[in-house]
């Protein structure tokens, strides 16, 4: 017993650890690997410190906030534990600097990340280096902790992992039906229209009728035009006239509700132009302009009616306008813009009436319009320490005790905590397994750039890929590139794969590499003609490898951004928590998996002498899969 | 229009500050756990986890008690302690603990209370809602658990315990009524607990056979240190004959099998003495802290009434352990 204690203690002693996070669960692992014994960590962070990290991200102080998490993470911990190495980066761990050498260096790799595109980067950094991975995620009550070596256990992309939800574009301009699609539209359309960059492309239809040969943009607003009068044009254009010209179309609205076209004469009919004017109505100066405080609405939890949510939104323009003009044609909607996210709850609101969806408050608009995940530190805390006790394992080779643990708000078979022994790797996963991929796609009108961005670089989470067709290379990315070269490439990305130089028809093989993360594939090209614009919006399908399972659509649920945050069993109502049942029924209840040729069988294992091995699958048909021994 | 009575509306600060964890358990909670006093006796790494949780939580008060002098052992499981001796020396853990914690939340009263926990009655106690105790001896336990179930204020009991690698978690609602999601639906609940005195008195025969081991081991344990006179967690190796003989004689009694308190287990608890493997802390405050939010929130099924935790198979479980006349 001694003996076994004492050699934990010396494989502390010698490890050197890499923390990729330090935000919610970042914090929390830090310091319990200070107390536990580890003296040379190094963590990497790319984000600054906010108010609302606070509440959970304790080794801050509202006097950081603004500075780097990884620096203030480290000089925390110093402080009770003064003699310890940390090394701290305030970087992007998908930066170049961090590449397998780098990874090389470490024992074990502990994640505490929210985005699923990071994860996938660091799985097949530390599968190239050889390097074992200790995985983790917390959502409100939930929480898991996977350990994952190369050979020996999946990879954490072995079993396929929600993707956020992206929307057909039909949906978001012409026929909403849920209060995200209306988030979407306020938030991608019609505040970038207003407040973002005008070169960039803008589904939002601009143009009125009034003019002939000149269609004129409405937003564009004439010379010392009069800010009221401004406002109320672009309210009555987006929610009066778009809706009017989209009722013509009788074919959408075959089957479909009709929308209420809203104009201000009827949403605000008592008002005065003149009464939303003046914005020294306010009390006092606000550090922060805000339509809430100057129009006296206090509770962001209230649901405000159309006539209010149309006074914020006029007055939120106008702010905007007044207060913050250098700010326009640069904006990006931030959720802790606090003047962004009332113009993007109120214009959501409204066109949300219009569609006879059900409005929401400001708190629960910001939640879907930033992707907020609800985080408390309770649950990150006990994450971290089940990170802890697999990561002293990891460092023992003691691969016959690694688990995965799940943090559960309702007990399974009495169990908070329920540990699971990890699977082998899934064969027929492409990032570790090295499995041919197939793409359905027209090749006769789709171009190379297209089939980049939405599959080799976002649907396969490489971030420099190298594309090949048999020895010819038809595009790279990133910097070294010759003048001559890039100019090629960018040509090829013009062209659709038929026309490649080396071209890419029915039966095609393409070479996807990405060097940084040492990965390989191989894609096999079928060609089809046509694509359901509603199941396959992106117009072209992967598959022959576990597909990603969509995440559900919640009231708090992701809109159409990449690089969203996680959503790995992220469910939204703690009482129904999707996510997690789903995983849990994987573990649980085993029904067919996705691939057929192989099945989860979870076993939880009994440690007792005198206690039977629970079987949880029961399905001798299918080969099981083989427990780790 | 309207909206909410203007005095349940948080201030701008705490929608700042508490907006993720609202989303988690919503407002009327969080307004509840700011009007709530918490008393923690016993400084040690589980407790003070428990105590940056429901810090960080908001809620109104929070109380230490713990008149023990700062040592340098103190400082392998407590963050809150800098490895200083010019700052520690001479002073209380729980006036050390403190004065860090107030950092980590400015809207929580953190405060140092003086005193012995075998002592706490009445009077002082209705100060209360939540009482926690750790490291103090099983006649402690019990006189301040019954001083709780006394007071006609409704005043929640925890114990907490972290022994090397194994945990354990006692919980003492009372009457408990709150509410439970179920499919997006409230539904009222209501649960009945157990007194420590009861929860300790089964016969073990009684209790089913795949109980945790570490209750039996615990009340072994418990047995031992009051009849050495010994301060809990005061036993090391050295000690292990006499415990192995104790459990002999108790598992007689209660006409257990030995087995089922295996040698090996009772072994890494007697060995760990006063010592506390920080990841544990980490998983038993971070429960103990859930636990008292729903406590104060009345939403969620909370633990009845045991939990264990051991590193060594990874589980986490709650016992319900019936009293004494249960069959």
């Not at chain 1, 409204?350 to 985080?375: D, M, Q, T, W």
């Not at chain 2, 300790?200 to 031992?224: G, H, Q």
Request: glycine share 6%; net charge negative.
């Amino acid at each position: 017993m001694a003996s076994s204690a004492a050699a934990s203690e010396e494989a502390v002693k010698a490890a050197k650890v890499l923390m990729v996070g330090a935000g919610g669960i970042g914090c929390e692992l830090l310091k319990t690997l200070a107390l536990s014994g580890f003296c040379d960590i190094h963590i990497i962070d790319l984000d600054t410190i906010e108010v609302s990290n606070l509440n959970r991200q304790f080794l801050f102080r509202k006097c950081h906030v603004g500075q780097s998490k990884a620096h203030v993470a480290r000089d925390a911990v110093l402080k009770f534990r003064p003699n310890i190495n940390i090394t701290s980066y305030h970087a992007n761990v998908k930066d170049a600097q961090f590449n397998v050498e780098f990874f090389k260096q470490f024992n074990v790799v502990l994640n505490g990340l929210d985005n699923l595109d990071a994860r996938r980067h660091v799985n097949r950094l530390c599968l190239a280096a050889e390097v074992p991975l200790v995985e983790s995620g917390t959502t409100g009550f939930l929480g898991q902790v996977t350990v994952h070596v190369k050979g020996k256990t999946e990879c954490y992309e072995c079993q396929p992992k929600p993707v956020p939800k992206s929307y057909p574009v039909c949906t978001i301009t012409s026929t909403p039906s849920k209060f995200v699609h209306c988030i979407v539209w306020a938030k991608d359309l019609l505040f970038a229209k207003l407040f973002g960059d005008k070169n960039q492309d803008n589904d939002l239809n601009v143009h009125s009728s009034e003019s002939g040969a000149s269609k004129s943009n409405v937003f564009e607003r004439s010379k010392d035009e009069d800010l009221d009068q401004y406002a109320r044009r672009i309210y009555d254009h987006v929610f009066g006239y778009n809706i009017e010209l989209a009722l013509e179309n009788e074919e959408t609205w075959k089957n479909r509700r009709r929308p209420n076209p809203v104009y201000i004469r009827d949403a605000l009919p008592e008002e005065d132009s003149r009464q939303n004017g003046s914005s020294h109505d306010c009390s006092n100066e606000q550090e922060e302009p805000s339509a809430m405080v100057s129009l006296g609405f206090r509770n962001p939890q209230e649901i405000w009616n159309l006539a209010d949510n149309s006074r914020v939104l006029l007055k939120a323009l106008r702010l905007f306008f007044e207060k913050r003009e250098k700010e326009i044609g640069n904006l990006i909607f931030d959720k802790d813009d606090q003047l962004a996210v009332e113009f993007v709850t109120a214009a959501a609101n409204i066109r949300a009436s219009s569609f006879g969806i059900p409005l929401h408050s400001l708190f629960e608009a910001k939640g879907v319009a930033g992707n907020i995940v609800h985080a408390v530190a309770t649950t990150n805390a006990i994450i971290a320490g089940l990170i802890v006790i697999e990561a002293i394992k990891v460092l023992q080779g003691d691969y016959k005790k690694y688990r995965m643990t799940y943090c559960l708000e309702h007990p399974s078979r009495k169990m908070l905590l329920m540990p699971v022994e990890p699977f082998e790797p899934n064969k027929s996963c492409y990032v570790c397994s090295e499995t041919p991929l197939l793409l359905d796609v027209n090749t006769k009108t789709t171009k190379l750039r297209e089939v980049i961005d939405k599959i080799i670089k976002s649907k396969l989470g490489m971030n420099l890929p190298l594309v090949m067709i048999g020895h010819t290379l038809v595009f790279e990315d990133g910097d070294g590139l010759e003048e001559d070269e890039a100019a090629n490439y960018a040509l090829n990305l013009e062209k659709v794969l038929a026309e490649l130089p080396a071209p890419v028809i029915n039966g095609t093989k393409l070479t996807v590499e990405d060097f940084q993360q040492e990965l390989s594939c191989s894609i096999n090209i079928k060609h089809r003609e046509e694509f359901d614009e509603e199941k396959e919006p992106d117009g072209m399908v992967l598959s022959g490898w576990s597909a990603p399972v969509e995440k559900q659509v919640t009231s708090n649920g992701g809109a159409s951004s990449s690089g969203a945050p996680d959503t790995d069993g992220n469910p939204e109502d703690i009482s129904t928590k999707p996510g997690m049942k789903r995983k849990l029924d994987e573990v649980l209840d085993s029904k067919e998996k996705f691939d057929a040729s192989s099945t989860s069988s979870a076993q939880v294992v009994d440690d007792d002498d005198d206690d039977d091995m629970v079987m949880l699958d029961e399905d001798p048909k299918l080969a099981k899969k083989k427990r780790l021994q | 229009m309207g909206g909410g009575v203007p005095e349940e509306l948080l201030t701008a600060q705490e929608t700042a500050l508490y907006d993720r964890q609202i989303r988690v358990w919503g407002v009327d909670a969080q307004k509840r756990l700011s009007k709530a006093h918490v008393l923690v006796c016993g400084v040690n790494g589980a407790t003070i986890e428990l105590c940056k949780n429901i810090v960080l939580a908001g809620v109104g008060s929070l109380s230490l008690m713990d008149d023990h002098v700062v040592t340098e052992d103190d400082l392998n499981a407590n963050f809150l302690i800098p490895p200083d001796e010019s700052i520690y020396s001479s002073r209380s853990r729980a006036e050390v603990c403190c004065e860090s914690l107030k950092d980590f939340n400015p809207m929580v009263r953190v405060s140092v209370e003086k005193g012995d926990p075998s002592l706490i009655d009445g009077e002082f106690l209705d100060k209360f809602d939540i009482i926690v105790l750790s490291r103090t001896s099983m006649k402690t336990k019990l006189f301040v658990n019954d001083n709780c179930r006394k007071s006609s204020k409704h005043i929640a009991f925890y114990a907490i315990e972290c022994k090397g690698s194994c945990g354990e978690i006692f919980v003492d609602l009372q009457k408990h009524s709150y509410v439970q999601k179920n499919a997006g639906e409230p539904e009222p609940k209501e649960l009945s607990y157990h007194s420590l005195q009861e929860a300790i008195s089964v016969p073990w025969k009684n209790l089913p056979r795949k109980t945790a081991k570490l209750y039996f081991a615990m009340r072994v344990l418990e047995n031992y240190e009051s009849s050495q006179g010994h301060g809990a967690c005061e036993i090391s190796l050295s000690d292990l004959p006499a415990v192995l003989a104790l459990r002999k004689n108790m598992c007689y009694e209660m006409s257990l099998n030995e087995s089922q308190i295996p040698t090996a287990l009772l072994e890494r608890l007697v060995a760990a003495g006063k010592k506390e493997h920080p990841p544990v802390c980490a998983i038993l405050g971070g429960i103990l802290g859930q636990e008292v939010i729903k406590s104060i929130s009345g939403k969620g099924d909370p633990i009845k009434n045991f939990f264990y935790f051991d590193d060594t198979d990874g589980k986490g479980v709650m016992e319900d352990i019936p009293g004494p006349s249960t069959n």
